[in-house]
């Protein structure tokens, strides 16, 4: 059972990155998927959700029209596309799957149990 996130790095202020996320030997298709960060000294925070079906995503307000989370249920991937970073985003990304696959409240760690070993995001000025 295994979670691999990838992607991440040293980029400029401006610059974008993309990180995918790989499930093996778990549910996927039918489930949550989140990503979520933490920064030095700070709690692991929400990033980003989507549901099995695609129909809907969900952004903390702070990457809301700068990064976009997508999935390919065939892949057992979800993906962050993180376009124009600023140094406020530097964090490690960890992506994570939901524990059920109904009455997620999709922005709370806790509804997660299923998580990856995390990305460093470092964004220079």
């Known amino acids: 059972v295994q979670l691999q996130a990838s992607g991440g790095g040293l980029v400029q202020a401006g610059g974008s990155l993309r990180l995918p996320c790989v499930a093996s030997?778990?549910?996927?298709?039918?489930?949550?998927m989140g990503w979520f960060r933490q920064a030095p000294g700070k709690e692991r925070e929400f990033v980003a959700a989507?549901?099995?079906?695609?129909?809907?995503?969900y952004y903390a307000d702070s990457v809301r029209g700068r990064f976009a989370i997508s999935r390919d249920n065939a892949k057992n991937t979800t993906y962050l596309q993180m376009n124009s970073l600023n140094p406020e985003d530097t964090a490690v990304y960890y992506c994570?799957?939901?524990?059920?696959?109904?009455?997620?409240?999709?922005?709370?760690?806790?509804?997660?149990?299923?998580w990856g070993q995390g990305t460093q995001v470092t964004v220079s000025s």
């Open positions: 989507i549901p099995g079906s695609s129909s809907n995503t």
């Open positions: 994570a799957r939901a524990s059920r696959s109904f009455g997620v409240v999709y922005n709370l760690l806790r509804y997660y149990n299923y």
């Open positions: 030997g778990l549910r996927f298709s039918n489930y949550y």
